[in-house]
């Protein structure tokens, strides 16, 4: 059974790739929705050529999703486009501004085929504006929107982060937009176009940063491992590794057999520790050196100080709240086998139920969904998948030519 959810009876065709729009389309097939994954005959950009089940970015990316492979470049696939469009709720794509239009999918022609259909597109920029023209990626949005000059050690070189930023949380905003055109539909009977960018994305998570730029006028500097306002919150060095501090004065002083510094007059209120920061941290950094992260995690808890380990992947997965929460699922793939994968972050006990069904393979579902869903006959598949071979073929030769 696959799941069912709040957004059962949804259906979404998902002509998105690569990371951010399907991070938010299998999000939309997390709660339920009919996610039709459409890709070329090449397959999306981000499958590993020769790779059965695709890479890990696919098994990342592409679980709760029908597949299917259709050429919008050939008559039968463009027309096997437009009649699942008729029978959808929303297209979704990821695609640089202008292609939608070349492809004969932009949310103008749409409508006219369906006009209660919702139109969501993920750009680097924005649909319209100076930028609007140029390539981006995650990397990109992060070093425009400032996000790379907060990252990293004061002075030092501006870093990326080692999560997708952008692309995930363009994914998110997506699917946010999704439910939104969804509900605004109930209401008013008619679609609209929802559009979400990278650079807005990058910005708006750093909303704080930029309240306390307007506010004092003073560019915030690379953040490094410590907060840059709230002495004790960051990550400290111990014996063995590093642990993750929330505010916890005085108590962190007796943890650590430190008590002296309490009445220490540098450090007697906030004002105080916050003039004498660096000589404050130093000071736990030196009493954290003297034993191990376990046994301070321990002391902390009995203090109710927030605190927590540093983790890399593999023991984050064997961590026993991440084991608790479930927050990392199973599926069956066909040619995979057992994969293991992080499960949607949304809990909603009681509303979804079902198996998640694994990623597919390049065109898994494609006669699934003609015929189940468009009830094409056996000869109008096979002159869909033979029109778009000789095509895919053609293209190869051009391939070739070109590299000659």
Not at 302 to 330: F, M, R, S, Y
Not at 355 to 371: D, F, K, M, N
Request: hydrophobic fraction near 35%; charged fraction near 25%; aromatic fraction near 8%.
């Amino acid at each position: 059974m696959t799941v069912k959810g709040p957004l059962t009876g949804v259906r979404i065709l998902d002509l998105s790739q690569a990371h951010a729009g399907p991070y938010g389309s299998q999000m939309l097939g997390d709660m339920g929705a009919e996610v039709i994954k459409i890709e070329s005959p090449m397959g999306d950009m981000l499958r590993f050529p020769g790779v059965p089940d695709g890479g890990y970015y696919i098994k990342a990316l592409a679980r709760n999703k029908k597949g299917i492979v259709l050429d919008l470049h050939t008559k039968t696939g463009k027309e096997a486009f437009y009649d699942l469009v008729k029978v959808a709720d929303v297209v979704y794509d990821n695609f640089r501004v202008g292609a939608m239009k070349r492809l004969g999918a932009d949310y103008e022609t749409l409508k006219t085929l369906n006009p209660t259909i919702i139109s969501v597109s993920i750009t680097g920029y924005g649909a319209s504006g100076p930028y609007s023209q140029y390539p981006s990626f995650d990397d990109i949005a992060q070093a425009m929107s400032g996000m790379s000059s907060l990252c990293g050690e004061p002075g030092g070189a501006p870093m990326r982060s080692g999560a997708a930023v952008a692309d995930v949380c363009a994914g998110i905003f997506s699917s946010y937009g999704v439910v939104l055109a969804v509900l605004q539909r109930e209401k008013t009977g008619e679609g609209c176009r929802v559009e979400v960018n990278l650079l807005d994305t990058c910005m708006a998570l750093l909303d704080n940063m930029f309240q306390f730029y307007f506010a004092y006028g003073n560019v915030p500097p690379a953040q490094g491992t410590k907060h840059p306002l709230t002495p004790l919150l960051g990550y400290f060095k111990c014996k063995d590794g590093y642990i993750a501090l929330g505010p916890g004065w005085p108590r962190i002083c007796r943890v650590i057999n430190k008590e002296w510094m309490i009445d220490d007059p540098r450090f007697a209120t906030q004002g105080d520790r916050m003039m004498n920061k660096k000589d404050l941290e130093q000071a736990i950094e030196e009493g954290l050196m003297e034993a191990n992260v376990e046994d301070w995690l321990e002391l902390m808890r009995v203090e109710d100080i927030p605190a927590g380990p540093v983790n890399t992947l593999d023991k984050v997965v064997e961590d026993p709240q991440v084991i608790h929460n479930k927050a990392v699922v199973e599926m069956e793939h066909p040619v995979y086998g057992k994969m293991r994968a992080v499960d949607c972050p949304i809990k909603m006990p009681g509303s979804i139920s079902g198996e998640y069904t694994p990623p597919p393979i390049l065109g898994e579902h494609t006669e699934e969904v003609l015929r189940e869903i468009l009830n094409y006959s056996d000869e109008k598949i096979e002159a869909l998948k033979k029109e778009q071979e000789e095509n895919f073929e053609e293209m190869k030769k051009h391939a070739r030519k070109m590299k000659a």
